[in-house]
């Protein structure tokens, strides 16, 4: 079994996704073991390598975390949505595709001025957002914007809602994890700047908060 290693402890989002798909391009192994050193790179290679076609497992080694894929047939021939960045498409593609709104949020308030305001106006743009439509795809949500995917937050039941509906909801991991709140996230899948990046090359439009 043609079998590698990577060693991607300590490198920052999105490198470890980036490393594991460079290696599953170049190497196609069959078996490959992702070395990471924190829960968002461990849901992200382990995401990204189901993707690929891996049947996927986790183990602690010492102080890091083992994400090992496994497969018996071809690596990567069919991507899938459940990777955002394994969607990267064409000028032509992205022009005939069907339209694609993605918000992407970067903060938990809503405008400058009053901080309580902002709360409420954010809490009524998220109300708003189905009147979108099929047409919005996807949340992206960055920075300060994580808080709205975490338990507690009065935005908590709009951002399940939308993706009880269908909405793909992404939550930045690096923020999750400088904020202290992966334990509190509710909703969404831990991401990473890859697939932000990927979302928004995909997207046809982008609403920016």
Not at 17 to 31: F, G
Not at 44 to 52: E, T
Not at 129 to 134: D, I, K, R, S, T
Request: hydrophobic letters at 40%.
């Amino acid at each position: 079994m043609n079998e590698v290693t990577l060693e991607c402890q300590g490198l920052p989002c999105p490198q470890p996704v980036l490393k594991s798909k460079k290696c599953i391009e170049n190497e196609t192994p069959q078996k490959i073991v992702v070395l990471v050193d924190n829960e968002p790179a461990q849901e992200n290679v382990a995401r990204f390598l189901a993707s690929k076609g891996y049947t996927t497992s986790t183990e602690q080694r010492g102080p890091n975390r083992a994400v090992i894929g496994v497969t018996e047939s071809n690596v990567g021939d069919i991507p899938t949505d459940d990777c955002p960045a394994c969607q990267i498409m064409t000028e032509d593609q992205l022009s005939s595709a069907t339209a694609r709104t993605v918000a992407f949020i970067t903060t938990d308030r809503l405008g400058q001025g009053d901080d309580e305001l902002g709360s409420k106006l954010m809490l009524n743009f998220l109300a708003t957002l189905p009147e979108l439509g099929a047409a919005l795809w996807r949340i992206v949500l960055v920075n300060g914007g994580v808080r709205l995917a975490c338990q507690g937050n009065p935005c908590l039941e709009k951002i399940q809602q939308l993706s009880a509906d269908g909405v793909s909801v992404l939550v930045c991991g690096t923020c999750l994890d400088h904020f202290q709140l992966l334990e509190q996230k509710m909703v969404g899948e831990t991401t990473n700047m890859l697939d932000v990046v990927t979302s928004l090359q995909l997207a046809s439009k982008v609403i920016n908060v």
